[in-house]
């Protein structure tokens, strides 16, 4: 830990200490809310690009690479501020993080992943109240079954628009338009550089205790603008997708709260009319308060996703996740997560031979513990762990991957909680808290 803990050099240090500078200087009706964030960090990984078994793989060069269990330096400064311009509900939000990654055997992978996010939350009297927020990230690319062991970096971008009119307090209007992007470095993955413009209009009631129904619907176009003719030909360059939905969140106690999501999609293909199809999008989550000591979540999913694989039109995934936070003293967290989800990978026809079917089924079982301890105010010990493993057994294809993190983690806030307020904790390495589906 010592080894990772110099890599906060003195250009970290600086960059903190200018954007505390900045955002405590900007003038605000009330108090602004600045948070100071660092962290280094040690891991171990055996599985970084996620070879299968007994696997070796190429990059694009076609080199041999030796599977081996990979230790990775971090370090992160991660800032925001919370700037109330003429009330706590109008108001600007700025957050943002800087990192580095040194792996000392894949050297290829080093890279600084980085995120920017900024939000502005109004409200024009007591009916009307939107936001207008912009973001976007880099990140290494999360590898698959090691046919890919070059470093390749994912690029998003994000903005919206929402409006909340409440002629009451039982019902409320929204309507947003959003556009997200996602591109990638190398030449490999570039067809799966997207654009996606959309809209959505939902109708919600809330009741007196705090429960709340919506109905409403979604437009999406997605385009894939840099593939050639050939990747258009099987995987089509733009569709359309409509989803009808069901929001519903019932307060059952102070201890109790469920929540849903029902979506029926009808995805439309702008030339392969062929691959049009319906699917379900479906979230069913619960979080049961034991105590003020325990928390359990629970999450059942059926839900479709994209997945960067040229063999791969869509993934639709069922599953569950078990989540507990038991706070063990004033100090001292632990975390336990579960996950079981069976995957249906739809293939591209033209890729699949006459003898197979045109799904491949996968399942991966998933297992996490995690950990903190403040020894002193403002100062955390985290220690974070997982252990994954997926069977295919249509071709008997068998993944194991393991992490274990220790880090040490410093935070700056002027007021209590407002690092929690920020979210800050999106920008972080989380191994046993990872959200199941990838989208």
């Not at 009916?127 to 690029?155: C, P, W």
């Not at 109905?215 to 569709?239: C, H, I, N």
């Not at 632990?334 to 739809?346: G, K, P, R, T």
Request: with cysteine; aromatic share 10%; net charge positive.
């Amino acid at each position: 830990m010592k080894r990772t803990a110099t890599q906060f050099n003195s250009k970290y240090k600086k960059a903190g200490v200018a954007c505390l500078f900045v955002l405590s200087s900007w003038p605000a009706f009330a108090t602004t809310e600045l948070v100071l964030q660092l962290e280094t960090s040690l891991s171990r990984d055996t599985n970084p690009f996620r070879f299968y078994d007994d696997q070796v793989g190429g990059g694009r060069k076609q080199e041999q690479i030796q599977r081996l269990t990979e230790t990775v330096n971090a370090s992160d400064i991660r800032a925001g501020a919370i700037i109330p311009l003429l009330s706590d509900q109008t108001r600007l939000t700025l957050s943002g993080s800087l990192g580095n990654r040194h792996y000392k055997e894949y050297r290829q992978l080093d890279h600084q992943p980085g995120a920017a996010d900024a939000a502005f939350d109004w409200q024009a009297g007591k009916s009307v109240s939107g936001r207008v927020y912009a973001g976007k990230d880099k990140r290494l690319f999360e590898y698959i079954n090691g046919s890919l062991t070059e470093r390749d970096i994912a690029h998003s971008r994000r903005a919206g628009a929402d409006v909340r009119i409440k002629p009451d307090d039982d019902w409320m209007l929204s309507a947003s338009l959003f556009r997200n992007a996602l591109n990638y470095d190398l030449d490999l993955n570039q067809l799966y550089n997207f654009d996606e413009r959309g809209q959505q209009l939902g109708l919600r009631y809330m009741s007196p205790t705090g429960s709340s129904i919506e109905a409403g619907t979604r437009l999406s176009e997605t385009s894939f603008a840099d593939r050639t003719p050939a990747q258009v030909r099987d995987l089509d360059k733009k569709y359309k997708e409509t989803e009808l939905y069901l929001d519903g969140e019932w307060r059952y106690s102070i201890k109790t709260i469920t929540s849903a999501h029902l979506g029926l999609i009808r995805r439309r293909y702008d030339v392969l009319h062929e691959r049009d199809t319906r699917l379900f999008n479906a979230i069913w989550r619960g979080t049961y308060h034991y105590s003020t000591m325990l928390r359990l979540d629970l999450q059942l999913f059926d839900r479709p996703f994209t997945i960067v694989d040229p063999s791969i039109l869509y993934v639709v995934s069922k599953g569950a996740r078990v989540d507990a936070l038991w706070k063990w003293s004033d100090k001292t967290n632990v975390n336990f997560s579960a996950l079981l989800q069976n995957s249906d990978q739809e293939l591209i026809p033209r890729l699949v031979r006459p003898d197979n079917n045109f799904s491949r089924k996968e399942k991966l079982q998933r297992i996490g513990i995690g950990a903190s301890y403040q020894f002193e105010r403002g100062f955390r010990l985290l220690f974070d762990s997982f252990y994954e493993k997926t069977d295919r057994a249509a071709d008997d294809i068998k993944l194991r991957q393991g992490v274990v993190r220790l880090g040490i983690e410093y935070t700056f806030e002027n007021l209590p909680g407002s690092a929690a307020r920020l979210g800050l904790q999106r920008y972080q390495q989380s191994l046993s808290a990872t959200e199941p589906i990838r989208e």
